[in-house]
């Protein structure tokens, strides 16, 4: 062990310890340990629902950076143009009309009725319900009673858009 010297810097070098995995709060992230991707976030780290992976916030290091701990964005506003015109369609499977089917959308377990516009192998889309963004956990029940996991991959604050954890045959 060696002595302490005045006036010598013991800073942590955080950019010497080489590749590391971190959690980031606006991006969808998988689990290096099971792959799946719902987190329990904390204050400075977020664990995996499923095995219990541990990945220290990606955010909980640029506040020592930025004292009020948010990023600065800039959002610009451009005339004419429709709201989803911008967006790539990223489909993968196809979407089947749900149009007047209902299904059950459970928000950190609480039941809302979710009218459903379509519905394919990967997720559901359906109307923006209040407190769909912050909700720690969704669960749809189907009209059989089948409990599916989902995560909300987007939403324009008038409709939303789920993925099911596991795909499904629907």
Not at 114 to 120: D, G, H, P, V
Request: glycine share 10%.
């Amino acid at each position: 062990m060696s002595p302490i010297v005045p006036g010598k810097s013991y800073r942590l070098d955080l950019s010497a310890r080489g590749y590391q995995v971190l959690f980031h709060i606006d991006e969808t992230n998988h689990c290096p340990g099971c792959g799946r991707s719902q987190w329990l976030v904390g204050r400075v780290t977020a664990e995996c629902v499923f095995c219990s992976t541990a990945l220290p916030l990606a955010e909980s290091e640029l506040a020592a950076l930025n004292p009020a701990g948010h990023r600065a964005v800039a959002l610009h506003v451009i005339e004419g143009t429709p709201k989803r015109a911008a967006h790539r369609d990223k489909r993968r499977d196809v979407r089947d009309s749900a149009a007047g089917r209902t299904v059950a959308l459970h928000l950190d377990g609480s039941p809302h009725a979710f009218a459903l516009q379509n519905i394919s192998a990967g997720g559901v889309m359906g109307p923006a319900l209040p407190g769909i963004t912050g909700a720690a956990s969704l669960m749809i029940e189907l009209e059989d009673g089948t409990m599916l996991a989902a995560e909300l991959r987007w939403t324009d604050g008038e409709a939303a858009g789920l993925a099911f954890l596991m795909p499904q045959t629907l």
